[in-house]
């Protein structure tokens, strides 16, 4: 059982990891459209970069979840309100 739990740590590590990287690697791809003023460049690097930044984000509100599943259910319960009450409006 303590595998299982190494694996999903190492996975979650792999793609913190990846997350970063593509950032980086999108805000280099950023600044160097900026250099020589090429929007198709800028607008590659902003989208690869706000992707990586989803990406992470999404990874972390999955370990917590993971970690603590009745504030999970609590959260997805009030998000389900909360867009019922906004859907339900005529």
């Known amino acids: 059982m303590s595998d299982f739990g ?3 740590n190492t ?3 792999e793609d913190k990891a990846k997350n970063k990287f593509d ?3 999108g805000s280099a791809q950023q600044q ?3 250099f020589v003023d090429s929007p198709k460049h800028q607008v590659k690097g902003a989208v690869k ?3 990586a930044q989803a990406s992470d984000a999404v ?3 999955t370990e917590a979840v993971r970690n603590n599943p009745l504030t999970g259910l609590v959260a997805a319960g009030a998000v389900g309100i909360v867009l ?3 859907l339900g409006r005529k």
């Open 49 to 51: 970069k706000y992707a």
């Open 23 to 25: 950032e980086l690697a």
């Open 11 to 13: 996975q979650f590590a």
């Open 84 to 86: 019922g009450l906004l």
């Open 6 to 8: 190494t694996d999903k």
């Open 32 to 34: 160097f459209g900026e």
């Open 59 to 61: 990874s972390d509100v």
